[in-house]
């Protein structure tokens, strides 16, 4: 079974700072996972499945050819620095997982590789928010985002492709009069 793919190994090497030296066939399933995970879900499952079989069938139409090439595969290139970093650190062997290391570089601090993913994940957000913006805007052009056909596993396009975290109470790194009785003032 081929999988389509939005984006060939050079235009994904050309247009990121991703070095020519790693395989594509560590990056090929990583793009299969972020077409599925993070582009599927903004485009709706009806759109997703249209955009497959023209790839496949090398047919894509003018109107999805610039959803693609403008707004998709810049998309893709930035998730891709979300998810890569833990692909390419790791490798699965038969006795277990090892931690890939070079003689020529350090690794990165757990800070690090946190704040690299934050701000991955803040990029890969914004450029995913443009598709999402680009489709409401030209809605007519593309029917199936409008509207998808109603089923049990239709996945319905998102509104925003920002994520955010829960507050879950008050209380936090700045009291809040309200959590302490004891400087509450009654003024009756």
């Given at each position: 079974?081929?999988?389509a793919?939005?984006?060939s190994?050079?235009?994904?090497?050309e247009?990121?700072?991703?070095s020519?030296?790693v395989?594509?066939?560590?990056l090929?399933?990583?793009?299969?996972?972020?077409?599925?995970?993070?582009?599927?879900?903004?485009v709706?499952?009806?759109l997703?499945?249209?955009?497959?079989?023209?790839?496949?069938?090398?047919?894509?139409?003018?109107?999805?050819?610039?959803?693609?090439?403008t707004?998709?595969?810049?998309?893709?290139?930035?998730?891709m620095?979300f998810?890569?970093p833990?692909?390419l650190?790791?490798?699965?062997?038969n006795?277990?997982?090892d931690?890939?290391?070079?003689?020529e570089?350090t690794?990165?601090s757990?800070?690090?590789?946190?704040r690299l993913?934050d701000?991955?994940?803040d990029?890969?957000?914004?450029y995913t928010?443009?598709?999402?913006?680009y489709?409401q805007?030209n809605?007519?052009?593309?029917?199936?985002?409008?509207?998808?056909?109603v089923?049990?596993?239709?996945?319905?396009p998102a509104n925003?492709?920002y994520?955010?975290g829960?507050?879950?109470?008050?209380?936090?790194?700045?009291?809040?009069?309200?959590d302490?009785p004891e400087?509450?003032?009654?003024?009756?």
């Amino acid at each position: 079974m081929s999988k389509a793919l939005f984006i060939s190994e050079n235009t994904l090497i050309e247009n990121s700072v991703i070095s020519e030296n790693v395989s594509y066939t560590q990056l090929r399933p990583t793009i299969v996972k972020v077409q599925e995970m993070h582009i599927q879900p903004v485009v709706g499952s009806a759109l997703y499945a249209e955009l497959v079989t023209q790839v496949i069938a090398g047919t894509l139409s003018a109107n999805n050819t610039t959803l693609m090439q403008t707004y998709i595969q810049p998309a893709i290139i930035q998730w891709m620095y979300f998810e890569l970093p833990m692909v390419l650190a790791f490798k699965f062997m038969n006795k277990g997982m090892d931690r890939r290391s070079s003689t020529e570089s350090t690794s990165m601090s757990e800070r690090e590789m946190t704040r690299l993913m934050d701000k991955s994940r803040d990029d890969a957000e914004w450029y995913t928010e443009r598709i999402t913006r680009y489709l409401q805007e030209n809605h007519t052009l593309f029917p199936l985002f409008d509207n998808p056909p109603v089923a049990i596993d239709t996945i319905y396009p998102a509104n925003s492709a920002y994520q955010t975290g829960m507050v879950l109470g008050r209380r936090g790194r700045y009291r809040d009069p309200l959590d302490y009785p004891e400087n509450r003032r009654n003024y009756f």
